[in-house]
């Protein structure tokens, strides 16, 4: 009996030291994978940190492309780089760290892609209100910045978020405005003045450039143009040949406009007034909606130095549809003789509209918000403006993220 007790002491004891050893080699597994995650984890921590820091020296300066060399962090170091994306305005930062563990140096990479903010991401933009107001009768979807003070009559209504630097008022006080999307006040977002540079210097060098005449431009659904330049004849071509970089550029002279849009285009009117103006003789639409085609590729941006009005003639006096993206460097867009002119519908708008100061495109019975001459409006955002825009259509100056890989 005695040498089965011994025999069963011995087992129990051999059976504890396996498990004790068992166990002890999973406590030091558990703790190496503790260190390891560790490492990881802050690799890749510092990573993210390059790319953070990065991106805010750009968004900071849009020139700067030094990038970061063997920056230390976290008892490690991150090299970032900064390299323009080939054929587009974009710029991809790249940051890969390195962390210093005991056993291993452990790496990772963030990438990040940015492009220029523009100014068709608003729905919405001014820097000067003035006295007009929005009305009950008015409607609009997607971002509202401006630079002043906003003026709401009874109840408008805007279905994205809404910033201003000046403050709201109400006329009259017992206005409602419903901003669906949120509403900020004290944001500053400036125009910059020398925004239609890059777009002259686009059409002479791919695109079409026109100086010192008048341009007349129908766009057709068979992504042709019928155009008249100055005096010269009315011709068609296809737009990739008329301006093969989808620039068109009349400086010192004016554009009248109107069709269906089958390409990407930005047609642009600079000078000193009465130069530099864009008219809108009837309604200038996509072929492809992209509220029924989200992919839609047709895009058209609508430029001038000084106004964009809508003609007043007898298309244009029972509503009218503009899809664009629009942008008044000194002026803005408005209604000819919007307070004389007929009761002439609604301005059904998709895009944006960005300009300095606010044009009238109607009046109003600021008592019952009833239209008394010109046009209500009825603005939809292009939700493709987030992320795309109008060949070389104006910026803010400044880059946003548009992806973040990591």
């Not at 895009?351 to 010109?374: D, E, F, M, P």
Request: with cysteine; glycine share 10%; net charge positive.
């Amino acid at each position: 009996m005695g040498k089965y007790s011994l025999l069963l002491a011995f087992s129990v004891s051999f059976t504890l030291l396996i498990l004790g050893r068992n166990q002890n080699r999973s406590a030091v597994e558990a703790y190496r994978n503790f260190l390891t995650y560790h490492a990881k984890t802050t690799a890749h921590n510092i990573a993210v940190s390059g790319a953070t820091m990065s991106s805010n020296a750009l968004f900071l300066n849009s020139a700067w492309n030094n990038g970061f060399y063997k920056r230390t962090l976290s008892g490690g170091e991150f090299t970032s780089t900064i390299v323009d994306v080939p054929g587009t305005p974009r710029k991809k930062i790249t940051s890969v760290s390195s962390y210093f563990a005991p056993d291993s140096t452990y790496s990772d990479t963030v990438i990040v892609l940015l492009q220029p903010s523009g100014f068709g991401k608003y729905a919405y933009y001014s820097v000067v209100e003035g006295a007009i107001n929005w009305t009950k009768v008015d409607t609009v979807w997607g971002p509202f910045h401006t630079q002043d003070k906003m003026t709401v009559n009874i109840r408008p209504v805007f279905f994205g978020k809404v910033t201003n630097n000046k403050g709201l008022y109400k006329n009259p006080s017992s206005s409602q405005p419903q901003f669906l999307g949120g509403y900020q006040t004290g944001v500053n977002i400036p125009l910059p003045t020398s925004s239609l540079n890059t777009i002259r210097a686009a059409a002479q060098a791919g695109g079409k450039y026109l100086f010192n005449m008048d341009l007349l431009l129908t766009f057709n659904a068979d992504s042709t143009v019928t155009y008249k330049e100055g005096g010269g004849p009315t011709l068609t071509m296809l737009l990739s040949n008329y301006a093969p970089n989808g620039v068109i550029c009349v400086d010192r002279g004016e554009i009248r406009t109107k069709g269906t849009c089958a390409g990407r285009v930005t047609i642009c009117a600079m000078g000193t007034s009465p130069d530099g103006r864009i008219w809108l003789d009837d309604d200038i639409k996509y072929r492809f909606d992209p509220r029924d085609l989200p992919g839609a590729k047709n895009i058209l941006g609508i430029v001038a130095e000084n106004e964009i009005f809508i003609d007043e003639n007898a298309q244009n006096n029972n509503d009218i549809i503009v899809q664009a993206a629009i942008f008044s460097l000194k002026k803005g867009f408005g209604a000819e003789h919007y307070d004389s002119r007929p009761v002439s519908g609604t301005i059904f708008l998709l895009g944006g509209i960005t300009q300095y100061q606010r044009q009238a495109v109607g009046t109003i019975n600021t008592s019952t918000g009833k239209v008394l001459s010109g046009f209500a409006k009825n603005y939809k955002y292009d939700t493709r403006l987030m992320t795309d825009a109008p060949p070389y259509f104006p910026t803010t100056g400044t880059f946003e993220i548009v992806a973040w890989r990591e």
